[in-house]
């Protein structure tokens, strides 16, 4: 099998009014339920934004924080035997969050179990 992470941009979501926020966390929870019952779930979840901090590759390690405008909102990853499938649950995770997702196969690396 192949591991896929499937992923929305951090600002994807923010066309969804508020009062739809609890439908749309339940949708894709179901879509979650969906992915690990199948066995193909390995991990993941939504991301703070606000919360994000880049340590630089510079001698002096400096850190920098966010919020930074291209970053990830939320990601999954799954296992499973094709890019179909992978996409299949990609386009049910957009419906569920309502917004486009991005899929990205891991390269493999026997030494990290991909």
């Avoid at 993941?44 to 390690?61: C, H, I, M, R, Y």
Wanted: proline share 5%; charged share 20%.
């Amino acid at each position: 099998m192949t591991r896929y992470l499937i992923s929305f941009d951090a600002h994807a979501m923010e066309h969804i009014p508020g009062e739809d926020m609890p439908a749309v966390g339940k949708a894709a929870h179901e879509v979650v339920q969906e992915a690990m019952n199948a066995g193909v779930w390995v991990f993941g979840g939504g991301l703070e934004n606000q919360k994000a901090t880049v340590v630089s590759t510079d001698t002096d390690g400096t850190v920098s924080g966010g919020p930074y405008p291209e970053a990830i909102g939320g990601f999954w990853v799954v296992d499973v035997p094709s890019r179909e499938e992978a996409l299949e649950r990609a386009a049910k995770t957009a419906l569920a969050c309502r917004c486009a997702q991005e899929v990205r196969e891991f390269m493999p690396d026997s030494a990290v179990g991909n």
